[in-house]
């Protein structure tokens, strides 16, 4: 990207921070840095609209830290603590420090000067705190000429609005974009165990054909991959057809071995696309980390 001149990077991740102590985060972060020719970047994975906020380095999932959320029972990434200063700082190779949002609050000007003084103090990677969308827009504006940001994707829109505002005969982009669908059947394949994609499974269920794969048939090896590419297939004509091996994240993560049973399901999911493609599948709509 930098022989294309590309000069700023976003490194997106979501907003409950899902990473173990060996990342991915911190190490991805680093290397950017390294390569971006950055000295310090912020993170910030504060999503207010979605209920997720970062108030003295700690991360809440709407009322809730994120250690005391669903998110503490992830079968690949339990999440146990919410101070992100400690998981990132465990995560990453430079001192990690903390923007509170009583800088944040103050403005821009404020921010500049508390990371130039971070810098100074040899931080690599800062915390920032956020918790409404006109903290992300001060943070955006205190970053805009920054190398590489990095955080959720409410605070890439905030670091886009700003880099826009200065921006030579800025226009709205989205007027500009036309876009256009393959032509072919659809299929939604779910593998997350988030509460929120839980919801979105019942709430489709209730409009379109679905079928749940069994974690303990995949798990096992005998997942019959042709009768439920058989079971798609008859029901394509009538419009998007859902397969999901999700479940309650607790119910995952009481399996043996959480981090090979999500590479069985992945592999299990690879494995129905192609089949699903050679049907003539051409819109995939996916959802999840072990999909």
């Known amino acids: 990207m930098k022989k294309h001149g590309i000069t700023r990077c976003f490194f997106k991740y979501c907003s409950t921070f899902d990473s173990t102590p060996e990342g991915n985060i911190g190490p991805v972060a680093d290397a950017l840095l390294a390569a971006c020719g950055g000295s310090l970047a912020i993170?910030?994975?504060?999503?207010?609209?979605?209920?997720?906020?970062?108030?003295?380095?700690?991360?809440?999932?709407?009322?809730?830290?994120?250690?005391?959320?669903?998110?503490?029972?992830?079968?690949?990434?339990p999440m146990t603590d919410a101070n992100l200063v400690r998981v990132l700082g465990a995560q990453s190779d430079g001192d990690v420090g903390l923007l509170p949002w009583v800088t944040v609050n103050a403005g821009a000007d404020?921010?500049?000067?508390?990371?130039?003084?971070?810098?100074?103090?040899?931080?690599?990677?800062?915390?920032?705190?956020?918790?409404?969308?006109?903290?992300?827009?001060?943070?955006?504006?205190?970053?805009?000429n920054h190398?590489?940001?990095?955080?959720?994707?409410?605070?890439?829109?905030?670091?886009?609005?700003?880099?826009m505002d200065c921006a030579p005969d800025a226009s709205d982009p989205a007027s500009e974009v036309?876009?256009?669908?393959?032509q072919g059947h659809a299929v939604v394949l779910a593998g997350s165990c988030s509460e929120v994609t839980l919801e979105q499974i019942a709430c489709a269920r209730q409009s379109i054909p679905a079928r749940r794969l069994?974690?303990?048939?995949?798990?096992?090896?005998?997942?019959?991959?042709?009768?439920?590419?058989?079971?798609?297939?008859?029901?394509l004509d009538d419009g998007p057809v859902m397969l999901h091996s999700s479940e309650s994240a607790e119910r995952r993560a009481a399996r043996e071995g959480p981090a090979s049973s999500g590479r069985a399901i992945e592999r299990t999911f690879a494995k129905l696309a192609m089949g699903l493609h050679d049907l003539g599948v051409r819109r995939f709509v996916v959802a999840g980390g072990e999909t």
């Open 43 to 77: 993170a910030c994975p504060s999503f207010p609209k979605n209920g997720r906020t970062v108030y003295q380095g700690n991360l809440f999932v709407d009322d809730k830290p994120l250690n005391e959320s669903s998110m503490r029972h992830h079968p690949l990434t």
């Open 147 to 163: 190398a590489l940001v990095t955080g959720g994707s409410a605070m890439g829109a905030a670091w886009a609005r700003a880099l």
């Open 214 to 235: 069994d974690v303990d048939d995949i798990l096992a090896s005998r997942f019959d991959f042709d009768a439920t590419l058989e079971w798609v297939a008859g029901r």
């Open 110 to 144: 404020d921010v500049v000067a508390a990371l130039a003084a971070a810098e100074s103090r040899g931080e690599r990677l800062i915390i920032a705190d956020a918790l409404c969308d006109h903290d992300l827009d001060i943070l955006g504006a205190a970053v805009r």
């Open 178 to 182: 036309q876009m256009s669908l393959p």
